[in-house]
């Protein structure tokens, strides 16, 4: 697997005292293609799993004798959200992006950025343009989603009238520095579907905040494609931490005090018949179908 | 009810074009009394349920027909770990308590604060002395909590030393101030038990975190003690607010990655026979115990 | 004056027992508007100029007899960077603006904020198109800034193409709506001029901070523009704060190490002749210009 | 220089592709000694100078031609408050300190932090014992501060009564554990003098923020004592960072508006007399003051 790896963007080596992250030094300066012209790759870090539980025996001193190993003790603190010693860790990346997504993205405010800034610099002619498999209709259901497929003429009208409006746009911009307009100015005709960079650092407890979020189904498809790529490399940055977030909170389920009332009350599983009387106690609609497909996914409902 | 409120610092009122929230305004100025010195009263806030439903609005817009009423949107937002609108929402409090209180208190950073100086100001003749209720044998089974009562004598040891200290302690404190010993330094015999104050300002979404760590049984008693003064206060001045909060948060359960594969894969309730060989899927034996515990609460076990 | 204060969105007065600040009263859903389509106003608020005082007062407490009025320990915290205070007082605006400037105002991380959102709504066919007063060259000693006029005929140019290019945008955008695109999707084309909306809470310390960067001649003018409206709501919110922020930081002048070492070795005012002699001692270039203007608007090169 | 070096903790070193700076890994796991038996040592750390640099041309991109050299580049961005880049820059400490200073130092919210916690762990029998030199009496121009000398005798009384205290309270502490009160009760009677400790990590810009506080004569001298330790690692960490923080905030001075009202409209230097005369213009006795220090130390009144 590692032959398949991007290759490194810098590729010389080191002596440090500083404890090292073997999962973290192979990703190093590897970037990872994110969407048409995005990457994310990892420039410096600091601390690994060790530094987690390093961080908590502080606390714990001569306490913890019962939580006895390193995963043990990891494991714990994930599952009671005693998430200061995930803070210890720390990951800064090289990160290419649409201005839409960093829109999105910039909202998680515990981190330090620095950015491409069009006041400066020229914008360069990059442009996000989604591949066919993601170009689909609003969702019903879901206010703020993807849906159903577009035909494939639609598909076409789409891509064709973005790859127009791109052209236009960029050629205006040209023209504008041309007769020599305020960069800041000349800049404000491009589209959010242009393409920034930027440098962003971030503990460990505010990036796994960050990937919940991101990686989550109902997140816009574009910055989840970034927060797989952060993931790949987190799971192999901190393996344990990785694993006790995986689940204790990506891969779990909350269950709220009307839906554990109905949980307790009943045999389980149940025909979808008689669940569809019993979760009636459950007066809001959208709760009651939440807690459904909860009940499904439980095989809960035969 | 309303008869028994502790009478009001400040009775004026005035007029504004503010948004008033009810519950708020009568709690203003009103201290709620905490263990045997301590307070907390509101000061000021900004904002009430409405503020919230306000602030997601300008996002949801148009998109959000389905959630027709404001307690149904604060519910779907609360649901959905939608946290920034209930950051419209700020809380202004004066508190006073224990030193070794404030320091708990204190790890909570999203807040502002402004605390009482011992570089300025003389410390005063009040240190907390515990309630004989609760003064109690280190746990067992939890590292950091209390478990049995103390017999009677250990208690009466206990306070009457705590006494001499805290006579001890004050004594020689005055003593280095009459010597005009500069005040930062005449304090630091002075022990945790001394009481501070201090304005601690916050928005809602972080008093709710704050709460749901100081509301738990896992909390040092005494800070748990201002929670309550604190939780009474908030459950009227956002009411809707308050009951998600409960619903989603505080009585809410979740279910690890692991704990979901036993669920789903089994018939419930069962016997307690059959419940522990069940889990012993679940390998690390705390989060087996823990797994228990939720089953049992969940008459999962007969 | 207050006979052109922009219409009152809302009008209905309460009755409430928190502190109110006649300033913020005044200004309470009072749109200014800002560039072409946008505005701002305040929207709640919690505390005034006093609240600043009671909180400070909470650490001083016996201590600062000295200092006697409200104001002079305003102005005292202010001088001395005693930041805590000016947090306790906090302000709600809703604003509107171009993305452009939703993306430098949004660095600003301590504050809370809900945008509208093109993933739920429609975006609407409002762009910002600069006044031609400030349509300028890229400025050439600061490298972000802008400098000389345009011709007309330049100004002609790109008025039109603007103005062409946002048509252009918008009936791409609302023919992709037609075809049912995901709106997540379908606004990927719209420019960083395109108007977006947030509610903004901040606290004084941070908006002081805030308005420091923004309202500095080296922000971008669009933004420097929201900042006035701003400024002009809190200099009546909170008078006393607003001049001790004039004083000491916006109209404040710091020296470095090397340029108060050249202050103290020589006579002042002196030539130009001997200033630019003096001033080598400062070996940068950059450095000894910037240093040059400070003795030129100090009246110490004559 | 090198040989006085505190020996080292851990002396294993281990290759990395990350950058490496010299001066942090003279300094990790070198404990510098603090008070009586306080200490700081480097943990970990990410970033040195050049990582401030590389993030700020990921801004400025070919717009920064005129700042040719990294350290230009470095003074340029502290000098204009682009405080972004210094962010980019981790250091992580293991600190030792009394209950006082902790308390003191956890007010520097923007940090991550895991303390040694009495409710699981036995408080040690360290408390801090001034040393006769930093005994001092109460100053009085300084609300906060120390002034003269104690006598040998009044030094000898407190010293005398503080060890007496902590002698006593320790007892105490030790008698509740054996009867097995809970800890978390037991160390309520200890001293703010006893020693605690913690993982400190925090980011350059906040570090220098907290240096800029802590080493100001008027912070408590305690913490004082830990800002020097921090300050002689970091200014051999990030050398260029640390010159520019001296030249442009440590060692710089702010001269308000009524200041440079007064600088513009005279000649300097000028007799003790007439300046008298001439800051009269400042109302305020105390700014009066403080403008008269400050002219005096640049050799402006002769």
Same mark, same amino acid.
């Given at each position: ?208 905040? $960050?990937? #919940? /979020?991101? !990686? =989550?189904?109902?997140? *816009? ?10 993931? +790949? ?21 909350? $269950?709220? #005090? /009307?839906? !554990? =009332?109905?949980?307790? *009350? ?10 569809? +009387? ?21 095989? $809960?409902?035969?």
């Amino acid at each position: 697997m590692e032959n398949n790896l991007p290759p490194r963007l810098i590729d010389e080596s080191n002596t440090t005292f500083r404890s090292v992250s073997e999962g973290s030094e192979k990703w190093l300066y590897r970037p990872i293609q994110c969407l048409d012209h995005g990457f994310v790759y990892l420039v410096d870090y600091c601390g690994d799993d060790y530094s987690i539980v390093q961080a908590a025996r502080v606390s714990y001193g001569q306490g913890t004798k019962k939580v006895s190993t390193d995963e043990g003790l990891i494991r714990y603190l994930m599952r009671h959200a005693h998430t200061t010693p995930f803070e210890m860790v720390e990951f800064k990346f090289h990160c290419k992006m649409p201005i839409f997504v960093a829109r999105q993205w910039i909202r998680h405010r515990m981190a330090s950025v620095n950015e491409y800034s069009g006041r400066y610099s020229e914008m360069l002619n990059e442009f996000y343009l989604p591949d066919r498999s993601v170009l689909k209709k609003q969702a019903t259901g879901n206010r703020q989603g993807r849906g159903d497929d577009l035909s494939v003429d639609d598909q076409n009208f789409v891509l064709g009238l973005l790859k127009s409006e791109y052209g236009s746009q960029h050629a205006t911009y040209k023209r504008f520095l041309e007769i020599d307009l305020a960069k800041e100015l000349a800049r404000i005709g491009l589209s959010v579907a242009n393409y920034t960079q930027w440098y962003w650092k971030i503990d460990l407890h505010n990036l796994f905040h $960050f990937l #919940r /979020l991101r !990686l =989550d189904s109902h997140a *816009q498809h574009e910055i989840q494609v970034f927060g797989q790529a952060i993931a +790949q490399i987190i799971s192999e940055s901190v393996p344990m931490a990785w694993k006790a977030f995986e689940d204790y909170r990506l891969y779990s389920v909350n $269950f709220s #005090r /009307l839906e !554990l =009332d109905v949980l307790g *009350q009943n045999q389980w599983p149940m025909s979808e018949e008689k669940a569809s +009387q019993v979760i009636l106690s459950i007066v809001n609609k959208r709760e009651r179908e939440e807690f459904w497909d909860k009940l499904k996914n439980l095989n $809960f409902i035969t």
